[in-house]
């Protein structure tokens, strides 16, 4: 079999390599804004997987202004927070003691519904109050739902899934954002 060569000729390459230098110039000079408006859209995707008690957590992704981080660098864009309590969230945690500290010497939380999320060993609702064993397995009443519940002991708190909402919003994120890209590149 003989081998076909085709050859292309190419007129005015110097207009063509100037065309190219200018795009990569402009492309160049535009990277941040680029990454910018992309990391933009990944806040978003992980502010929604964000799981929410407070609010905080969710308005600190990517809010220098409230503990979180955002970075655009000449090639990179990099999003999150800094609140202590994000690890915990995103990975979970194993179970552990939590213990009064001085000044106050005493731990608090309200009623009921707190108690039954955490779920305290045999906890259980009766009579409009909440019913738990203590560490020495003596049966404690609280008061009424939603009233505070104080202790001077130390309470244990249960596993806790991670909720993965940072990987859950970038995955979700990806193409939205490749699609971001695209566009300005295009334009």
């Known amino acids: 079999m003989a081998e076909q060569i085709s050859i292309l000729e190419i007129k005015n390459t110097e207009k063509l390599k100037a065309a190219l230098q200018e795009l990569l110039a402009r492309a160049d000079r535009n990277t941040p804004n680029i990454l910018k408006q992309a990391g933009h859209v990944g806040v978003d995707f992980c502010q929604i997987e964000c799981p929410v008690d407070l609010g905080h957590l969710r308005a600190s992704i990517g809010n220098p202004r409230k503990e979180g981080i955002f970075d655009v660098t000449r090639n990179a864009v990099a999003f999150g927070t800094a609140v202590k309590y994000a690890f915990p969230v995103e ?28 779920k305290f060993k045999g906890g259980k609702v009766v009579r409009g109050a909440m019913q738990y064993r ?23 708190h249960p596993a806790m899934k991670g909720k993965h909402f940072m990987l859950k919003g970038v995955q979700k994120a990806v193409p939205k954002m490749i699609e971001v890209l695209k566009g300005i590149l295009r334009g």
Do not use: D, M
């Open 134 to 156: 203590s560490k020495t397995g003596r049966l404690v009443t609280t008061k009424k739902l939603g009233e505070w519940i104080y202790t001077k002991k130390p309470v244990k």
């Open 91 to 118: 990975f979970g945690t194993t179970s552990y003691w939590i213990r009064p500290k001085p000044p106050k010497g005493y731990l608090a939380w309200k009623g009921a519904p707190v108690a039954q999320k955490i």
